[in-house]
Structure formats: C-alpha cells, structure tokens
C-alpha cells in the first residue's frame, strides 16, 4: 500500500466515527485533507454535521466541498475532532503541529467529547524526535518565552 493508500485507508476508519448531527472538529495535514474529502461525500449524500476547521487550509477546503462550517465560539463543545499527526512512537506518543496550526488544533481538541489521530506507517518512528518539535508562541510574553526557549536549548 502506497503512503497515499495508507491516508485514504485511516480517513476512511476515521468517517465511520461520524454520525448524523455531529459538530466536528477537523484537522490540518495531507492525512487529515483525506478525511475532509470523505466528508464532504458524505455531506452532498445527505449528512448533517457542522465543522469548526483548525486551520485556513482546511476551512478553504471544507468550504470548496460545502461542508458547513462554525466557530468554537458558536459552538464550544464539539462531539468528535479527526486529526493527523507529523510523529507517533510504539506508546501512541506523537508530534503535532509541525503545518503551523498547532494552537488551533489543540484549542479544538481540547474542546472534543473525542478525538481520532489518524496516521500513516511513514509517521511511525522509534523515538519521537525526528520531525522538529513545534511551537508555537502567543504575542502574550514574547520576549519571555524565547529566553526560556534559548535557556533551555544550551
């Protein structure tokens, strides 16, 4: 199976997750995209859901396939968040975030009844520190963070 095959196979997992009335959050990532994709069929077959998209790459792409879209500020309680991972380690450990949308994924997933990280076998490493470990910083304390950030990296 083919790293494309394998993302198709766990969006495909992950859709059966989905119910009818459902407020999903929907992740960022070529994984996550597969799932938007199966959602959007599943949306013009008659499926009633609403979304709130933790990045404009996903928001973009929901709305090209009319997936009706809301803020965690409408609705703040989501039943099911499906997300990708860049890393994941033999613990089901992993690394997110690496696309840049690590704090709205987060905000979203904290706020899911349940969340489903799907992966392909390519993200799979013995020891999580491969890919760069992200973060992300909030305007908030700026200057403070990066010194510890720079502290902690001597």
Same mark, same amino acid.
């Given at each position: ?16 997750? @989905?119910?009818?009335?459902?407020? !999903? ?5 070529s ?5 938007? +994709?199966? *959602?959007? #069929? ?10 709130v ?28 968040? @499906?997300?990708?991972?860049?890393? !994941? ?5 992993l ?5 840049? +949308?690590? *704090?709205? #994924?987060k905000i ?10 799907i ?14 470990l ?12 990066a010194?510890?950030?720079e502290?902690?990296?001597?």
């Amino acid at each position: 199976m083919t790293p494309d095959e394998a993302k198709e196979a766990a969006a495909r997992e992950a859709l059966k997750h @989905v119910r009818d009335g459902m407020k !999903l959050g929907l992740g960022t990532g070529s994984t996550a995209a597969k799932f938007v +994709a199966g *959602l959007g #069929e599943m949306v013009a077959d008659g499926l009633n859901v609403v979304c709130v998209p933790t990045s404009e790459a996903t928001r973009q792409q929901a709305e090209s396939l009319n997936i009706p879209l809301t803020r965690l500020d409408e609705e703040p309680i989501l039943d099911l968040t @499906v997300d990708g991972a860049d890393e !994941l380690d033999a613990n089901l450990s992993l690394i997110k975030g690496g696309g840049g +949308a690590l *704090l709205r #994924e987060k905000i979203v997933a904290s706020s899911s009844k349940q969340m489903i990280v799907i992966a392909d076998d390519t993200k799979k490493v013995d020891t999580l520190g491969k890919f760069p470990l992200p973060i992300e910083i909030v305007p908030f304390g700026v200057k403070s963070t990066a010194m510890k950030i720079e502290h902690a990296s001597r």
